[in-house]
């Protein structure tokens, strides 16, 4: 797909991976709606994008009513939707039992699959929906991008339910791009492993150079916008569908 005037959703889009990938395809022409829930960050990038090729929606990505709301205002301003990158996400780590054999609470569980995969499959379903109304182009109407992690593969202590939720998406990659086969919409997933985001550069130096030194090769995190260009390149290559891209320097998580 020529990314040139086609609009895109990218949720968690004002800071992180997100933003990075905003940044992306910003360069290659694209009209892109920011969903998110900082506003004062979701404002800042559309003063440097230009309100004419960018605009910003506070959105719960778990709340049914506030994603259909705010895919129909996209389509209202821009008049389709070709691409929908996920990247919202959260990932508190919690261990079952804690020190005195508590359970952790049901709802932080929950919490985490309502926005990291439940979130995913809501913009997605709604997105699909826009998307079935494009003309054909070269055969596809549409590209869908999930957000993952090498956690879906290798959970460490305490990611029980961060990590269901990314293996959760990764198991929906699939079925989901055979739902849409039928309709030219692609779907795709991207699973990364240690990326220098604002949360983890917030880290002490010495736990970053840790993680660095984790990775095999290259040994040092991921760059925001190495996730970005590999988000464009699959939006590019119509031949790539149904697939979960690892983007890790060989890591393999141990188990702390």
Do not use: W
Not at 231 to 236: D, N, P, S, T
């Amino acid at each position: 797909m020529d990314l040139q005037n086609k609009v895109a959703v990218v949720t968690g889009g004002a800071s992180g991976l997100g933003r990075a990938t905003v940044d992306e395809l910003a360069r290659r022409g694209a009209r892109i709606a920011i969903f998110d829930l900082n506003a004062a960050a979701g404002a800042e990038a559309v003063a440097q994008l230009g309100a004419e090729r960018a605009v910003f929606h506070a959105v719960d990505v778990a709340s049914a009513a506030a994603v259909e709301a705010a895919i129909a205002q996209v389509v209202a301003k821009f008049g389709a939707i070709h691409v929908l990158i996920n990247c919202a996400g959260i990932g508190p780590a919690k261990k079952i039992l804690d020190r005195e054999s508590a359970p952790m609470p049901l709802e932080d569980f929950t919490k985490i699959i309502g926005i990291n995969l439940t979130g995913s499959f809501n913009v997605a379903r709604c997105a699909a929906a826009a998307m079935a109304k494009n003309e054909l182009e070269n055969g596809e109407r549409g590209v869908i991008i999930h957000t993952a992690s090498v956690a879906a593969y290798e959970g460490q202590v305490g990611q029980c339910a961060y990590s269901a939720s990314k293996g959760g998406v990764v198991g929906m990659t699939l079925p989901m791009a055979r739902d849409l086969a039928s309709l030219g919409i692609r779907v795709n997933t991207i699973a990364p492993g240690i990326m220098a985001t604002p949360l983890l550069m917030s880290m002490p130096d010495n736990v970053r150079a840790s993680l660095a030194a984790s990775v095999p090769n290259p040994a040092r995190l991921g760059q925001p916008s190495e996730y970005g260009r590999l988000a464009v390149h699959i939006v590019e290559n119509g031949y790539i569908n149904g697939e979960t891209i690892r983007i890790d320097g060989a890591i393999r998580m141990q188990p702390r």
